[in-house]
């Protein structure tokens, strides 16, 4: 089949994509003109958004080529339906669409239990651009240990039950609101709160068993 965005697969080298318009009139513009079937509008879109649903399927799944495939699906689904979207906020819409994606996935590795030959390693590109660990000073020694750090952040990530890992990557890293994540979610408000504090504590813990690695990061916490 031929693909349908050629730009999806610009994400395996790494490329850096727009996450925000320059106008929100003209995101709302390449909407309209994708529920009349402008092809180059949504392409548009993806190419604002792809970057954002790849990485919540990578966090989510722990797999670059199962994260390109949900990401790939997402998209799909979301030209599929685009008719009947009205008065959205996109981002939102397509990271509803990619979390479900993802529950699918996780749904039927629970029904056929497999080993992920392709996780992501320190030494793998995809792997560090997981959860990003700032730092000014890009000497080899640091490069090596923000790998270790990047690697270990999304391992713990990994462990949290999905319920709590979708509403984690959500509020904290995509930057949605309460009420998005519960759209998001189909549930309550007080649900999502409840399922990030779970989350964040989880987290804190395994920070704090790992002191080596996550000293900083724990004194901040």
Known sequence: MTPL???LLEWRHGV???ESMEAQSDEQ?????SREGDLDAFNGLVLIYQGAVYNLCLRMLGSPQAAEDATQETFLSAYRSIRRVRG????AWFLRIASNACIDELRRRKRRPQVSLDAPTPDDDA???VLEV???EAGPERLALRGE?????QAELLRLPPDQ???VILCDIEGLSYEEIAANMSSSIGTVKSRISRGRARMREALRAQPELFGDLVRHT
């Open 88 to 91: 959205v906020n996109v981002k």
């Open 149 to 153: 750090v990047c690697e270990a952040l």
């Open 127 to 129: 792997g560090q651009r």
């Open 29 to 33: 513009e390449l909407l309209e003109r």
């Open 165 to 167: 890992r979708l509403a």
């Open 134 to 136: 700032p730092d000014s």
């Open 5 to 7: 965005v050629p730009a």
């Open 16 to 18: 850096e994509l727009k």
